[in-house]
């Protein structure tokens, strides 16, 4: 009770002070940590999304950054075209995405173990190499989303606290769906699989059906963070979807510990402000970060999560 009492604690602390930082920021007059928490949300729904397939479900895959470039592509070639109504961009987002998801899944779920790792990695560079060759939405250079979406005077996008605010609802909207899958039949039937997905078929479930329905609701999740992303940049470009990207948020997830709820929240933010942290000491701040990660990962069953379990039996 104790374990569970300080974790819950912490992530209630780290929760209020989501919610309280558009407050901060106002009186404190530093606009640059509202913008800053702003990505970090983002990212860490992208994490939650990740979360999803590899922390209840087992799939380890290398390449959902994928679905946060045709996410963001989707916004901004919409914008290019003259289609500015966020009504009609999300939308879109969210359905290629999903489509892409289920293009991929259906591919890769065919085989397991690294074999599955290096598929999605694949069609995540392809994507990448697909989104390079679009000379009319900028190639390399990337694409400039001069306006953001459009919610019919709703939410307005260009306001920082409106905008932070809307990641942050779309964030907490993400986890509560992810807490109503994992809890539900449909959740318990995915986490059986990932322990002993023989058994789970002998018995009579649909593996590879189960496995390919959370994998395209992960990939829809992660294409709203990719939305998101576009509009909180106003740019959008191919590095986005590098593999490197996909490694981030499985570091993310790894790091605040997989298949807990709140995990990958906490990864994110520790990892993005870190990386801040770091960044601004040194240029060559990531031969500090990779060998401390590497120390909490190796030391630290469970992530961050984890670490704050045992500290309370402690």
Not at 57 to 64: E, P, Q, T, V, Y
Not at 77 to 89: F, K, N
Not at 259 to 287: C, K, R
Request: with cysteine; net charge positive; charged share 10%.
């Amino acid at each position: 009770m104790k374990s569970l009492s300080v974790s819950k604690a912490v992530t209630a602390l780290m929760l209020a002070g989501l919610v309280l930082l558009p407050l901060y920021s106002q009186l404190s007059g530093n606009v640059f940590i509202l913008t800053l928490f702003t990505r970090i949300v983002i990212l860490a729904l992208a994490a939650a999304s990740l979360n999803l397939i590899m922390g209840f479900g087992g799939m380890m895959s290398f390449g959902h950054a994928a679905y946060l470039g045709i996410g963001g592509y989707a916004v901004g070639m919409l914008a290019q075209e003259g289609v500015g109504s966020g009504w009609v961009q999300f939308p879109v987002a969210l359905a290629a995405s999903a489509i892409y998801a289920l293009v991929i899944g259906a591919l890769s779920l065919r085989t397991r173990g690294v074999y599955f790792i290096m598929i999605t990695l694949a069609f995540a560079q392809m994507a990448y190499y697909v989104a390079s060759g679009l000379a009319r939405y900028g190639g390399d250079d990337g694409l400039t989303v001069y306006k953001r979406s459009d919610f019919s005077g709703l939410v307005n996008l260009s306001n920082r606290t409106q905008f932070y605010y809307l990641c942050l609802a779309c964030l907490f909207a993400v986890i509560f769906l992810i807490w109503r899958i994992v809890n539900s039949r449909f959740g318990l039937v995915v986490q059986g699989l990932r322990s002993n997905e023989q058994r789970m078929q002998a018995i009579g479930f649909p593996a590879k059906r189960y496995q390919l329905v959370c994998f395209v609701i992960s990939g829809t999740m992660c294409g709203l963070a990719g939305a998101l992303l576009a509009n909180n940049t106003d740019f959008v470009s191919p590095a986005v979807m590098y593999w490197t990207r996909s490694g981030d948020l499985m570091v993310m997830v790894i790091l605040g510990g997989m298949g807990t709820l709140f995990g990958p929240v906490m990864g994110a933010v520790v990892f993005l402000l870190l990386e801040e942290f770091l960044s601004q000491i040194t240029e060559y701040w990531a031969l500090i970060m990779g060998p401390l990660l590497l120390l909490i990962v190796l030391f630290g069953r469970g992530g961050i999560m984890g670490m704050l379990g045992r500290a309370g039996r402690g």
